[in-house]
């Protein structure tokens, strides 16, 4: 759980992690306003299944599209990554390039970690 470059707030993904946790999930709290190369390697090194971002604040920034693009090249195709927050909605044509999991509401980032659990 973190924040992406640029994005300073960590109370939504604070709360992610939160809930998380209450879903039995290991979760690894990585701080907020990290590059998506520093989110990779914290994926490499704890063997992570998915990645949640929080996006809150600006919902303009120019860089956070590439920043979103980068870490799923980092991570490759087949690593979960799911996004949520009130400004998330603002890269939508990013989160979908990506094929990442739009987060609409906490209930949302359940399902999400409920699929993952679940044999494909």
Known sequence: ITTPAGQIHEIGALLAGTVAASQAWRVTYLGPNLPADEIAGAVRISGARAVALSIVF?????????????????????????????????????????????????????????????PV
């Open 58 to 118: 600006p919902s303009d920034d120019p860089y956070l599209g590439a920043e979103l693009v980068r870490l799923r090249d980092y991570v490759g195709d087949n690593f979960a990554l799911m996004i949520g927050g009130r400004a998330a909605v603002a890269y939508q044509s990013y989160i979908d390039q990506i094929d990442a999991k739009m987060l609409t509401e906490m209930s949302s980032l359940c399902r999400h970690l409920e699929a993952l659990r679940s």
